[in-house]
């Protein structure tokens, strides 16, 4: 466990057992949350690397237009 962890258990300990719970639940809801992120970017390689040839492909075909972000 790094410091900061521990520094942030052991203030959530001094908690009310109802904020104790409420962080816990924060905490698992983003843990989930990454976890579905994580598959959601791998199942996504294939489609990816598709939009990626396609791009390249309309930069070499010159259907690409340099526009500065400011004029989109």
């Given at each position: 466990m790094t410091p900061l962890l521990?520094?942030?258990i052991e203030?959530?300990?001094g908690l009310p057992d109802a904020e104790q719970d409420v962080i816990a639940s924060l905490i698992l809801e983003e843990l989930a949350d990454e976890?579905?992120?994580e598959e959601s970017f791998a199942r996504s390689q294939e489609q990816l690397g598709?939009?990626?040839a396609k791009v390249r492909a309309d930069?070499?075909?010159g259907r690409v237009k340099d526009t500065p972000v400011e004029d989109l």
């Open positions: 521990e520094r942030a203030k959530v300990q976890q579905r992120w598709k939009l990626a930069i070499r075909a």
